[in-house]
């Protein structure tokens, strides 16, 4: 099955407008000229959002430029109204955004975002033709006490609920286990093909065989221009999620080069 891998960057709660633009000009200039068998992703700050648009999708817009889809690092899983603090799909819209990142563990830990929260989520996502980065992973407790594939199926099952696989053909899925997400501890190339793997046989068993060649699976924490290679290499693995070393152009540039 020929996957097209996704590279992402997820530059959290980092970059104003002028960083960004700084970052992009940088990162367009460096891309010049090569053409990378992948797609490239980049999630900003909602604040962030009109100034990447701006620069990716305006007439001042270099070359290339066209080769990088934009992401919102979270949705609101209502449409309006009273939800101070909330950015709806149809806003993300405005900007050109085509993938948003729902379920990243920080989410889940640090605002208490359960599976079914996930879930309205990846609907109202799909209901305005947004994709899903739909993140799953286990904590070290959670891997230690043997618990890794209770937990991933249940994040799946439960994030999944009522999607359709038409829906699911539009989602890609970021395995993170969260122990190396801002670690600098990856998961090594066995850990993470063997989780990947598991990832896919559930999606087998809820979708079937069709949709679950079909599904890419990106791999998140702790991927730098070192490791991309090797993990990239694993078969079940399409891409990663980046968070620390997509902050700079160079280094997720060579992730990119080296994974692709
Ligand atoms: C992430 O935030 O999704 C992530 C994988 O971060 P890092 O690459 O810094 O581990």
Redesign the pocket.
């Given at each position: 099955m020929n996957r097209k891998p996704i590279f992402a960057a997820?530059w959290?709660m980092n970059k104003g407008a002028s960083e960004t633009e700084d970052f992009i000009k940088s990162f367009l200039s460096k891309l010049q000229g090569q053409d990378f068998p992948c797609e490239i992703v980049i999630a900003p700050p909602f604040v962030s959002l009109p100034k990447l648009a701006d620069l990716l999708h305006t007439a001042t817009a270099v070359q290339n430029a066209h080769a990088i889809q934009i992401a919102a690092q979270n949705c609101s899983q209502f449409d309006s109204g009273a939800y101070t603090g909330e950015i709806s799909v149809l806003m993300l819209r405005e900007f050109f955004v085509h993938y948003v990142i729902l379920g990243?563990s920080e989410r889940r830990a640090i605002y208490g975002e359960t599976d079914a929260i996930i879930n309205a989520k990846i609907k109202k996502a799909r209901e305005a033709n947004l994709k899903p980065i739909f993140c799953i992973g286990e904590t070290l407790a959670e891997r230690e006490a043997g618990n890794l594939e209770t937990v991933l199926r249940t994040q799946i099952t439960g994030g999944l609920e009522g999607v359709s696989e038409k829906d699911l053909g539009e989602t890609v899925i970021a395995y993170?286990p969260v122990w190396?997400?801002?670690t600098g501890v990856t998961a090594s190339s066995e850990q993470a093909q063997e989780a990947h793997a598991f990832v896919r046989s559930v999606i087998a068993d809820l979708y079937g065989a069709d949709a679950a060649a079909k599904i890419r699976i990106q791999y998140?924490?702790?991927?730098k221009p070192g490791n991309a290679a090797e993990l990239m290499a694993c078969p079940d693995i399409d891409g990663a999620?980046?968070?620390?070393?997509a902050l700079e152009p160079q280094s997720f540039l060579e992730i990119i080069r080296n994974g692709s």
């Open positions: 997820n959290k990243h993170e190396a997400i801002g998140g924490g702790s991927v999620l980046i968070g620390g070393a």
